[in-house]
């Protein structure tokens, strides 16, 4: 007779090394290899000061990485708050600028609670311009423990809107990797509800897309992937409210109005599930929407000056130059 957990599908599996892949480049095996600074331990309670100092930390260990690339980056950088939320907004230089046609309203990363403040966000505007080779907005959301949801939705939508009086939606891309992917699908999805238009297409890399955390890949890819499950983190975010509501975890919506959608993950990334499930049903809906993943990319890229993200950038490029 089978034993309880053979008949309920779940498969136990012994303990094992796991080689970095033989097809990736020698730039992105050495990421592997690196690793990244560990965040957290994180507080099981809603202890605001016990937050504040588990984010501080994680910040200060993450803090050294960038050092002067800010510096270094081809893009000129200036504050230009929208709707009253700070934001920067990002110009990339000569022929780095590839049109001016469409801009990105990029939404910052950061698993809900990092990546603040103007150095980060400038820097991150910097960063999607010269990615997407297009004027990048970036927006400054206000975060937890101070600000849950929907603080940051509803700066996101502000910020939207005043973009909307600056350039048409058929102008703007949403863009925005992991913790911002998940405000930027929200964000079209309350944009909808408020009858604002839709913008002409959306850029969401490894999207943080289910904070219930239920797909596959948070259980096949924990310990592969650099990143930790973090619903710790998604319950202070959310503040009481339901994990599972579209405009927390917008997977769960109905995505039939998104624009095309470009969807980016990699073999050895945790929201590896967000991205396929997410891809999957915009194609059910009738939405365009490109699924690309990456042999052995972690959660995130490989930090962004190999040949596989150079190649990320190139598909990016080309699918803005599709719309």
């Known amino acids: 007779m089978a034993d309880e957990g053979a008949r309920a599908g779940i498969v136990r599996l012994p303990a094992r090394d796991v080689d970095p892949p033989a097809g990736i480049s020698d730039h992105a095996r050495e990421a592997l290899t690196q690793g990244r600074p560990e965040s957290g331990p994180f507080p099981t309670d809603g202890d605001k000061d016990a937050w504040r100092a588990a984010i501080a930390a994680t910040e200060a260990a993450r803090a050294g990485l960038t050092g002067d690339l800010g510096q270094r980056l081809k893009a000129d950088v200036m504050a230009h708050p929208l709707g009253g939320v700070p934001a920067y907004v990002a110009t990339p230089r000569a022929e780095r600028l590839v049109d001016s046609h469409f801009v990105l309203l990029d939404i ?87 009858g604002l238009p839709t913008p002409a297409g959306a850029l969401l890399m490894t999207p943080e897309v289910d904070l219930t955390e239920s797909g596959d890949s948070f259980q096949t890819l924990v310990g592969l992937d650099f990143l930790k499950p973090l619903i710790e983190i998604n319950r202070l975010y959310a503040d009481g409210h339901d994990l599972a509501h579209p405009y927390l975890s917008p997977l769960f919506g109905e995505v039939s109005a998104f624009p095309p959608t470009f969807l980016q993950a990699g073999t050895r990334d945790i929201f590896l599930s967000n991205t396929v499930r997410l891809h999957r049903k915009l194609r059910t809906a009738g939405v365009r929407a490109e699924l690309h993943v990456w042999e052995g990319m972690p959660h995130g890229g490989f930090g962004g000056f190999t040949p596989e993200d150079r190649e990320m950038n190139v598909e990016m490029r080309a699918f803005i130059a599709s719309l």
Do not use: K, T
């Open 108 to 194: 910052h990363g950061g698993a809900l609670i990092f990546g603040g403040g103007e150095a980060a966000v400038s820097l991150n505007a910097q960063i999607m311009a010269l990615r997407a080779g297009r004027v990048a907005y970036s927006v400054d959301y206000r975060m937890p423990p101070d600000h849950p949801y929907p603080a940051a939705l509803d700066d996101c939508l502000a910020a939207y809107r005043a973009l909307l009086e600056i350039r048409p939606a058929s102008e703007i891309i949403l863009s925005g990797v992991s913790a911002g992917g998940n405000l930027a699908a929200a964000l079209l999805l309350r944009a909808r509800d408020e």
